[in-house]
């Protein structure tokens, strides 16, 4: 049998005990939550530049799909997809090697998150394809001043030692007002198509769908 002094320093030793454990677990779960998001975002990351990937992507298509598709309740929030590929860069490759083409595609990179906003999504989705989702953005007169912009940058990145060849860029954009029955495929499809158009079209250029 304790005597009253000594389950009292028992009971307290306990207490003390019991808390030092809550208080690890605590901590445990932090670094466990913590260490969960910091993987999820790797899995949704380009490497090379930083930017999201094929997966980021589509989740954020998702999202923005279903923004601007809500119902009365909520303001629907229209977006753009704009695809973009780069021209000449196999040159690029071809001539200088694959740390040029590396080095390009990060610029490229810097490029993009330059020019998004916050709410914004940029990824490199393979290659030297790239797809931005501007959240809001409509304006025809907006999205071609921002092309151009983006294509001006780009085609000041040309590195040294390409001759006469100019790394540009080609791109299409869709705007989606929340219509019914659209998926992340299509909107990436139609995007797709109006890049190849844009090229088509002479490259370093941009082709809008509405």
Not at 123 to 141: K, N, P, Q
Request: glycine residues 10%.
């Amino acid at each position: 049998d304790f005597a009253p002094s000594e389950l009292a320093m028992e009971l307290l030793f306990l207490h003390e005990a019991n808390r030092g454990v809550l208080t690890e677990l605590s901590r445990f779960n932090d670094q466990l939550v913590q260490s969960r998001r910091v993987a999820l975002l790797q899995a949704q990351t380009d490497p090379l530049t930083g930017l999201g990937n094929r997966r980021g992507l589509e989740m954020a298509l998702a999202m923005a799909l279903r923004s601007a598709g809500e119902g009365p309740d909520a303001e629907p929030v229209p977006f753009a997809v704009v695809h973009l590929d780069l021209d000449h860069f196999k040159q690029v490759n071809d001539i200088l090697g694959h740390k040029a083409g590396d080095d390009l595609l990060q610029a490229v990179g810097g490029v993009l998150r330059a020019q998004v906003r916050k709410a914004d999504t940029a990824a490199r989705i393979g290659g030297d394809e790239f797809v931005l989702i501007l959240s809001g953005m409509t304006s025809v007169a907006a999205l071609h001043e921002l092309a151009r912009r983006i294509i001006e940058a780009i085609g000041s990145l040309t590195p040294p030692g390409l001759g006469e060849v100019r790394v540009s860029a080609s791109i299409g954009i869709v705007v989606c007002r929340g219509e019914r029955g659209a998926s992340p495929g299509d909107l990436l499809a139609q995007a797709d198509e109006a890049l190849y158009e844009a090229k088509h079209k002479g490259r370093g250029c941009a082709t809008i769908r509405q």
